[in-house]
């Protein structure tokens, strides 16, 4: 395999959620200068979900108009709109608007919305790019996906994001019958957040940049001589393979000087079990696919994003740090165990599921204890509520990885629909939680400075 090819797909897939992604981690500057402060998060799912109109119309087309949408023009667009995006967003996400008798972020959520667009776009036609270059290169895809997660998380650390100081408060009085003011020491301490390193425009212009490194690796993906030797060395051995026929390499494949000529236990040609792609899993087992999938990626999309902060911040701003570091880190990494240790066997991914779900559940409860979970006191519980978050996305981003190999030997409309369940899982979990978090308020902070639970 082409080690440049293997950085392209990677770099590619880099690019598909790095915009929303990168606001996400940049919330803690932006908040104190808007209007709409600690309610934009929830502004924020809103706009997500309505921007699944793009993945929406992809899919029908694909469905109905089938061959007629042009998928590399379509990626060349949401990419370049998704550049245009990120850079005006450096120059006016902090530019409000009067509407009646209040200001509103007009600008921030008209381009939080654009990105949104672009993002979940991705998702539907990334993808089903992939489907043109060989299977290995679809983990280095997902691997880019998780570092799109995890790099700007990493720069926001650079930056000082969200780093906390406790001083003690103090309240300014004014002496009996003087003009003198006096400072009385409260007793308390007060939650100050310190100084960026560098400004919240320096990071949407990088955002800009990844971007634009996106789109040159598509652009390479197309063109560059190296990998288009290795597409038509992919169609030379399909050929040689099955005249005739489109025959799709998966990971476990064989290279034909491998493959024997005739397998006696083995039926020449094998009944299609359903009329779902190539016919390789039946419609009950087809539908227990989608089912994770979209189980899944409501869970590590959705769910349990939003209440990490709940998770993890009672346990110290380090632990909060760590658990969202870490788990961007294990989405990656659980990618090139894909990669090396491709296990398709349903019944595994189903345990593995049901692990990973465990481990989920385990943040949900300390999400609902907070301000006080378990062992809040103690260096084991930060350990503990780190190493969960860790297992929780490494177990589940490898059922996801698995899953989209699976679906890719399926053929391109699998990839199309893998891409559609995606976004209808996150859409389900974000729309389950939103009420909960931001409507009826199930959980509840503890200020890092002042919050005393129980020994």
């Not at 926001?156 to 009085?173: F, K, P, S």
């Not at 974000?430 to 002042?450: E, R, T, W």
Request: hydrophobic residues 50%.
């Amino acid at each position: 395999m082409s080690m440049l090819t293997h950085v392209l797909a990677c770099l590619f897939g880099m690019g598909s959620w790095v915009a929303i992604n990168g606001m996400w981690v940049e919330l803690p500057l932006i908040v104190p200068q808007i209007p709409e402060g600690w309610s934009l998060p929830s502004f924020l799912t809103i706009l997500i979900q309505m921007a699944n109109i793009g993945p929406l119309i992809i899919t029908l087309m694909h469905r109905f108009r089938p061959g007629v949408l042009d998928e590399g023009a379509v990626v060349y667009c949401i990419v370049v709109l998704g550049i245009i995006a990120t850079f005006f967003l450096a120059f006016f996400w902090n530019h409000r608007v009067a509407i009646g008798s209040s200001q509103h972020s007009v600008p921030l959520f008209i381009l939080c919305l654009l990105l949104s667009v672009v993002d979940c776009t991705s998702s539907v036609t990334f993808l089903p790019f992939m489907m043109r270059l060989c299977p290995q290169y679809l983990t280095s895809y997902f691997a880019g996906e998780g570092l799109s997660g995890l790099v700007p998380a990493l720069v926001a650390l650079i930056q000082g994001v969200g780093v906390v100081r406790c001083h003690n408060a103090t309240l300014t009085v004014s002496l009996n019958n003087t003009f003198e003011n006096s400072t009385v020491n409260t007793g308390e301490l007060q939650a100050v957040y310190q100084t960026a390193k560098f400004s919240t425009q320096v990071f949407f212009l990088f955002l800009s940049v990844m971007m634009v490194v996106c789109l040159i690796a598509f652009a390479l993906l197309n063109h560059h001589p190296a990998v288009a030797r290795e597409k038509k060395n992919e169609r030379y051995f399909r050929e040689e393979l099955t005249p005739g026929k489109d025959q799709v390499f998966s990971l476990n494949s064989q290279t034909p000087e491998q493959k024997p000529m005739l397998n006696p236990f083995q039926s020449a040609k094998r009944e299609p079990r359903s009329s779902f792609g190539r016919g390789t899993y039946s419609n009950s087992e087809v539908a227990f696919i989608f089912v994770v999938l979209a189980w899944v990626n409501a869970l590590t999309n959705a769910v349990l994003p939003s209440v990490q902060s709940y998770s993890s911040l009672p346990y110290g701003n380090q632990a909060y740090h760590l658990a969202a570091t870490m788990a961007a880190v294990a989405n990656p990494l659980a990618c090139f165990i894909a990669m090396f240790m491709p296990i398709r066997s349903l019944i595994f991914l189903c345990l593995l599921t049901v692990f990973g779900t465990g481990f989920g559940a385990y943040i949900m409860a300390m999400a609902a204890l907070s301000p006080c979970p378990l062992l809040v006191h103690s260096a084991s519980g930060t350990v503990v509520i780190v190493l969960v978050w860790i297992l929780f996305v490494l177990s589940l981003s490898y059922v996801k990885v698995i899953i989209g190999i699976i679906l890719r030997d399926e053929g391109h409309s699998a990839l199309v629909w893998c891409g559609a369940v995606v976004q209808l899982g996150s859409m389900v979990g974000a729309l389950s939680m939103f009420p909960l978090v931001s409507v009826h308020g199930l959980f509840k902070s503890g200020d890092a400075c002042n919050t005393k639970c129980p020994m």
